[in-house]
């Protein structure tokens, strides 16, 4: 039914561009380290494969190369621009080990998580290990040829977007017990969850001209990182729920543990009061099985939700793509962020 | 029989002393923040009795006095001292809510932890939200009158005291399955996992002069700071074992849990291989009840565990005391020193 939305879309050749470059920002920042407490960093970011015992498989990094692009965009100083985008995919991978954590995820990637081989508490301890490391990092920018006011500014740049990371987060689980999330809330939460670091990531790239702040282009990448942010979440949502060959997500997986994601908020706000009732007295069951899994997708058959979501997703991207057009950017530039978008757009991983 | 021991030690003048600046300045960065995770950290620090269900507790804000008596020693600057303070109680305060999490603790200070309020999803978010409250008080210090290399200085001392945190308790976990942990990695363990921060409060507290930043008795302070932080943790392990009234940690509570604290790992490693043997076999079975606590506690008494462990923390004072006389400071900072060394020895809370 849905078949038509999902298109094959390789990843976009920024991707392997920078590729390279991330993994050896990535590396020289965590190989040297000496304490047990790294080998689960190693092993988390791929590098390890815990003696053979698991395939090396490492995530997209979305976020460092979102930042190296955009810093590209403004022919930004590459040395400022690859600390800042390891610093931020360190920070993005500490969420990560929490998360699987909180999820009782077991597979990343489809490797076993932290959590998952060395148990709860080391997991804990895990991430916020990993946290300060991109605080390292930080403090070799602030070391760098930079004045203080701009590495103030750089720092309170991060340091806030983790902060609105952890509240949207926090509202995420908050919002697992209430049947009460409406579209707007939903997309605050978004914003603060999934929509701050790469927010952030376009922000911060645009920033690494040194010569040159253009703080009116700075201004414009952010409110397409904002848009980004909710779309790469967005279609996040929908692969939770109708799933992905790709990284392995089983249809109906965010419906199992409740999660007030965009199709269940949108179900949960349907203008019909009695298909309302019927989705908050599914909801509200003490645990969803696979009969109410799938009595919840018919229900979002019939009133078109998976389209809602997608198309959400594309309204974003047009006001991005709008934005974008505008912009004095050379058109290597443009061609490359309207390739990311249309990736997101229809991403199966 | 270890009653002599148990002296009734109040806490020193200095602690109420700089009581309320440090709560001001505690509250002055958290109360006016609005999103339900903010609802926890003021549980936490205990300014929120959650509509009366549980009574505010605090803790003794041990590190933040040790900071500004460190401070006072040196003349040094109030405004940046308290900053430092409250940034590293804080940090102290996420890993706690992260500790009661990993050791399942359903109480602190005699009030619900957080994971046992709000489960461990959020606990997990609280703690990581409060660490980022420090790092916004760290950017405030930078943007103040101070220069940047001196902004810098600070930052990766707390960034390296937190990493190095991170990597004992990493350690602490790790050594919880195994029998052969010796005095020496013992040592090394609690250096990180507590000495780490203490020691940072001595130091960072003694840097606060601005006018006349003497590294000489920086240096010392480090010093007399990591026997201190030696002494704090093996009076917690004694604590740990023996039990206390007042903090209502009940007798053999970290034998239960097969905590490799000082009063274990002397017992693994005691002479007579016989007594050894028998440790080791008491230690590695599935789970340790309370005829085998009783059981350890004897071999204990036997061995003079106690004695031993008393003795270390007070060999540990000596060689600060001996630091603190030869430096050049004021007799009352001398004796609001040696007062807080007296009472770390004997403290029951």
């Known amino acids: 039914m849905n078949n038509n939305y999902k298109k094959t879309f390789n990843l976009p050749n920024c991707f392997n561009k920078y590729n390279q470059q991330i993994d050896q920002g990535l ?7 000496k304490n047990p407490i790294y080998t689960t960093h190693e092993y988390y970011m791929g590098w390890n494969s815990l003696g053979g015992k698991y ?6 990094r979305f976020r460092p190369t979102l930042l190296l692009l955009s810093s590209d965009c403004v022919n930004g100083n590459p040395n400022i621009a690859i600390n800042l985008a390891t610093a931020l995919e360190y920070i993005h991978n500490f969420s990560l080990i929490h998360d699987d954590l909180e999820d009782r995820d077991k597979f990343r990637h489809h490797r076993p998580t932290v959590w998952a081989i060395w148990g709860d508490s080391k997991a804990i301890i895990s991430g916020n290990g990993m946290l300060k490391i991109s605080d390292e990092i930080m403090g070799k920018i602030i070391s760098n040829e ?33 049947l009460t999330v409406s579209i707007d809330q939903y997309l605050r939460m978004i914003e603060l969850k999934t929509g701050a670091l790469i927010e952030s990531a376009m922000y911060l ?19 397409i990182g904002h848009e980004i942010g909710r779309i790469y979440q967005i279609r996040d949502d929908i692969l939770g729920v109708w799933g992905t060959n790709k990284t392995g997500k089983p249809v109906g997986a965010d419906l199992l543990r409740k999660k ?39 229900i979002m058959e019939d009133i078109d939700t998976f389209k809602f979501c997608q198309s959400m997703a594309e309204s974003h991207w047009y006001k991005a793509k709008e934005i974008i057009s505008t912009l004095d950017l050379n058109d290597k530039s443009k061609k ?14």
């Open 146 to 178: 930079i004045s203080k006011e701009f590495a103030i500014e750089l720092q309170k740049e991060i340091t806030l977007s983790y902060l609105k990371m952890m509240e949207g987060q926090y509202l995420d689980i908050a919002y697992e017990n209430t």
């Open 27 to 33: 590396k020289k920042e965590l190989l040297h380290r």
């Open 336 to 349: 490359d962020l309207e390739e990311l978008g249309e990736f997101l757009l229809y991403r199966e991983s």
């Open 55 to 60: 395939e090396n498989h490492i995530g997209k």
């Open 205 to 223: 790239g645009s920033m690494t001209n040194l010569q040159q702040i253009q703080s009116k282009i700075s201004e414009h990448m952010r409110i």
């Open 260 to 298: 007030k994601s965009l199709p269940a908020v949108h179900a949960l706000n349907t203008e019909s009061s009695k298909i309302r009732n019927k989705m908050k007295s599914l909801f509200s069951s003490d645990k969803i099985n696979q009969t109410k899994v799938n009595n919840i997708l018919e």
